[in-house]
């Protein structure tokens, strides 16, 4: 059982201030808090392999490979585009 002296000590040491209203509840919370930790003590874990991630998907992606296009296809692609050099299309800059 959490006594009201070590909530006061626990806040001292969090460099916290609380009032006497809020040491009586952290003293039912703390209290609340440890006994569940008594009932995760008494889990049955014999045989369970411990997790080494809360996540066990992983990231799919695919390759970063370049398509080979016909000439044609890339002018007509330039084309469409509003400003041109070079036979590429030229956009703003997005970094200084």
Same mark, same amino acid.
């Given at each position: 059982?959490? %006594? $009201? *002296?070590?909530?006061?000590?626990?806040? +001292?040491?969090?460099?916290?201030? @609380?009032?006497?209203?809020? &040491?009586?509840?952290?003293?039912?919370?703390?209290?609340?808090?440890?006994?569940?930790?008594?009932? %995760? $003590? *008494?889990?049955?874990?014999?045989?369970? +392999?411990?997790?080494?991630?809360? @996540?066990?998907?992983?990231? &799919?992606?695919?390759?970063?490979?370049?398509?080979?296009?016909?000439?044609?296809?890339?002018?007509? %692609?330039?084309?469409?585009?509003?400003?041109?050099?070079?036979?590429?299309?030229?956009?703003?800059?997005?970094?200084?």
């Amino acid at each position: 059982m959490v %006594l $009201k *002296k070590d909530v006061i000590r626990i806040a +001292q040491l969090a460099r916290i201030q @609380v009032s006497n209203k809020e &040491v009586e509840k952290f003293v039912g919370e703390f209290s609340d808090i440890l006994t569940y930790f008594d009932t %995760l $003590k *008494k889990a049955k874990l014999k045989g369970i +392999q411990p997790m080494t991630h809360s @996540v066990t998907s992983q990231n &799919v992606v695919r390759k970063d490979e370049g398509k080979k296009v016909s000439v044609e296809v890339k002018n007509k %692609l330039v084309a469409m585009t509003e400003t041109t050099k070079g036979g590429f299309s030229k956009v703003k800059a997005i970094l200084q």
